[in-house]
């Protein structure tokens, strides 16, 4: 034998079976026994850990984001109710002036100029309080509502129902949807 065919014989010949190319090669894997498995355990819980926190900061923030918006509105809705009753306060003491206002005119002479002036300065004052939300509450001829009328005087009348306002005394007034000052009204007996 040559001394090649006697090198080839003592070299082991490499397998080329499919069997042996899908034999794990050895070497850092994640084997059950490898140091990789610990380390990516590690990393799983800190970032369950993390989403978790996260969760819990952004609940909280949606929370701290309600309260404020309610908080808004409960502020918004206390500055209105505020300046309703501001509004409501102011006005409420000029109504006896529109009150006298009104029967002098209603008793006026006729053949007097300034009048007519002194009708213009009670038709501007009454617009500007009806463009504060001011209303006239309607009761003549209305059935008796202790909410919007106060009775000071029962009648009998033969014109009327039982309970039905016979006259006003007094107009009562609204501003919005509140009551300022009741109507003072005769009431059918």
Known sequence: M???EKLH???PEAESTPEAAAAPVA???PEAGSDIYPAFAE???HLAEAESQAAEYKDGWQRSAADFQNYRRRVEAEKAETYQNAVGSIIKRYLPILD???RALATRPAD????DGIELIFRKLQFILESEGLKRIEAEGQMFDPNFHEAILQEPSEDHESGQIIAIVQNGYMLGERVIRPALVRVAQ
């Open 2 to 4: 040559s001394k090649k």
């Open 9 to 11: 014989q003592s070299e």
């Open 27 to 29: 070497g850092p894997g």
């Open 43 to 45: 990393l799983e819980k």
């Open 100 to 102: 006298d206002m009104e």
């Open 112 to 115: 007097l100029a300034w009048v």
